[in-house]
Antibody
Framework: QLQLQESGPGLVKSSETLSLTCTVS??????????WGWIRQPPGKGLEWIGS???????YYHPSLESRVTMSVDTSKNQFSLRLSSVTAADTAVYYC?????????????????WGKGTTVTVFS | DIVMTQSPDSLAVSLGERATINCRSS????????????LAWYQQKPGQPPKLLIN???TRESGVPDRISGSGSGTDFTLTIASVQAEDVAIYYC?????????FGQGTKVESK
């Protein structure tokens, strides 16, 4: 059964870079059928898609975050990663990684089929 | 971006009663080429990640009880819980995957009366 597990610092200083990794087990990131993505949820609020990465390394980011986001995939470790630079308090959220089932090739679109448990990231000053 | 608007924001229902959640998209998310609505529903229980319940507006994921159903087309969609059980207390989100970026509704909280 596919499982995803987020890892990374729970506290990040304002203006610095948030870095998270998602480790996939029970399946492979090296798949043509899926993108791998990140979604976040600020405290008490709704869900926001951040972006996605394909096994080939192709990425697609939310336009509002594009200037600060970098995603990558490591097929040898069966992991994918998120980096978000110049963080502020507004980036405080639970960050989820997910497997995204592709419904449209380009620009890619998908629904979020399997989610990790999430990790809380707090930005402090 | 396509804006997804859910109503109501919250509802309290007695166990065994019907719950109806609405989701409206700011433009049609129906593709005539394949006759499909590009909409998913998720359930999020407290302290848990969202769980995919329904995709293509009405196709239940494996293991989702048949008291939960999705309907609608174009811009107006509905998630119905035919007879609410205690385990259905959660926040429900709709999400469009018609155009990028994928966007979610603000969520509807279902509580027990």
């Amino acid at each position: 059964q596919l499982q995803l597990q987020e890892s990374g610092p729970g506290l990040v200083k304002s203006s610095e870079t948030l870095s998270l990794t998602c480790t996939v087990s029970g399946g492979s990131v090296n798949s043509r059928s899926y993108y791998w993505g990140w979604i976040r949820q600020p405290p008490g609020k709704g869900l926001e898609w951040i972006g996605s990465v394909y096994y080939s390394g192709k990425t697609y980011y939310h336009p509002s975050l594009e200037s600060r986001v970098t995603m990558s995939v490591d097929t040898s470790k069966n992991q994918f990663s998120l980096r978000l630079s110049s963080v502020t308090a507004a980036d405080t959220a639970v960050y989820y990684c997910a497997r995204l089932t592709i419904v449209m090739a380009w620009p890619p679109n998908y629904y979020m089929e399997v989610w990790g448990k999430g990790t809380t990231v707090t930005v402090f000053s | 971006d396509i804006v997804m608007t859910q109503s109501p924001d919250s509802l309290a229902v007695s166990l065994g009663e019907r719950a109806t959640i609405n989701c409206r998209s700011s433009q049609s998310i129906f593709y005539t080429s394949n006759n499909k609505n590009y909409l998913a529903w998720y359930q999020q229980k407290p302290g848990q990640p969202p769980k995919l319940l329904i995709n293509w507006a009405s196709t239940r994921e494996s293991g989702v009880p048949d008291r939960i159903s999705g309907s609608g087309s174009g811009t107006d969609f509905t998630l119905t819980i035919a007879s609410v059980q205690a385990e259905d207390v959660a926040i429900y989100y709709c999400q469009q995957f018609y155009s990028s970026p994928p966007t979610f509704g603000q969520g509807t909280k279902v509580e027990s009366k």
